[in-house]
């Protein structure tokens, strides 16, 4: 006698006898239209501006020169530590003439404590002299004529032309770069591509305002490794919500500066910024970013 012919079960009664349930891929998300990305960039621009209505150039300066020379010291250190160096450097040195006449072991000891003092010190002869050769001992108001300066890129010549003659543009420093990257608005790793993509969605009269705040989200929330989700106000816009700890309380303790309760960045803030000013240097230094 043969062998029985085993049964036929149908796929699905298998699937079930096994206690195996079939589940349906989730429907991938559309991606975010350009319309909608500009929207939502927006938006987030006005919640920064509601956040950090003090917003401002971190760097002390009483005039284009020393916020030019400022921005040329910021390079590879913390704002805080060229607040801290550039009362004694700018004591001695007041003028595009002064410093341009400066011995160069000088001037490299008073700006030791920015780092790179020796390339540093060779951009602000360079500048100084070129500033007292070729612009009557002025800093130009002009883009183009700005980064001909010894040490003067874009970023640096937007610095002093939004806040030192308030022509608006776009910084793209570290913490704007990463910023903007992390919110979708662009894909760019290049400075000036970043730049120009970031002015593509906003209007010219936001740019100087939008690098201010944006910068001070990077240093105070948002920060590199270990952002402050759970404390974030734009976080129901941001497309990385999660990065960071999203706990309330413990965010709450990453919070850096007048957010964390310590001193800024400023040895003389303006007078609408409701933090600390920062300690000089040789005192408790404050937290760094």
């Known amino acids: 006698m043969g062998e029985q012919a085993p049964s036929k079960v149908p796929q699905k009664a298998a699937t079930a006898s096994q206690g195996k349930v079939s589940a349906k891929k989730p429907k991938a998300a559309k ?86 003092f020796r390339m540093k010190a060779k951009s602000l002869l360079g500048l100084s002299q070129a ?16 980064v001909k300066l010894p040490g003067v890129g874009r970023k640096t010549a937007n610095v002093v032309l939004g806040n030192a003659f ?33 002015c593509a969605i906003f209007p010219k009269s936001e740019w100087t305002m939008l690098s201010h705040r944006v910068v001070f ?14 404390a974030c106000p734009i976080a ?19 919070l850096k500066y007048e957010k964390g309760g310590q001193p800024g960045q400023r040895l003389s803030p303006p007078p609408d910024y409701p933090g600390l000013p920062a300690p000089p240097l040789g005192a408790v230094a404050a937290q760094e970013s």
């Open 236 to 254: 129901p816009l941001c497309p990385a919500y999660g990065e960071g700890e999203t706990d309330p309380e413990k965010a709450k303790k990453l």
């Open 131 to 146: 500033l007292r050769d070729d612009h009557g001992g002025e800093v130009p108001g002009r883009l183009e004529d700005l």
């Open 31 to 116: 991606p975010e239209s350009r319309l909608a990305m500009v929207r939502r960039a927006r938006r987030i621009n006005r919640e920064l501006a509601e956040t950090y209505p003090y917003a401002h150039p971190e760097l002390d300066f009483r005039n284009p020169f020393e916020l030019l020379v400022a921005t040329v010291l910021s390079a590879q250190t913390t704002d805080l530590r060229v607040n801290q160096t550039t009362p004694a450097l700018f004591a001695a040195y007041p003028t595009p003439e002064d410093m341009a006449a400066a011995v160069p072991e000088d001037l490299e000891e008073l700006i030791r404590p920015t780092g790179f």
């Open 217 to 230: 989200h990077g240093r105070r929330i948002c920060h590199a490794r270990r952002p402050a989700c759970g």
């Open 166 to 198: 308030g022509v608006p543009g776009i910084t793209v420093d570290t913490h704007f770069g990463r910023l903007v990257r992390r919110w979708k608005w662009t894909e760019q790793e290049d400075p000036e591509k970043v730049e120009a993509e970031i």
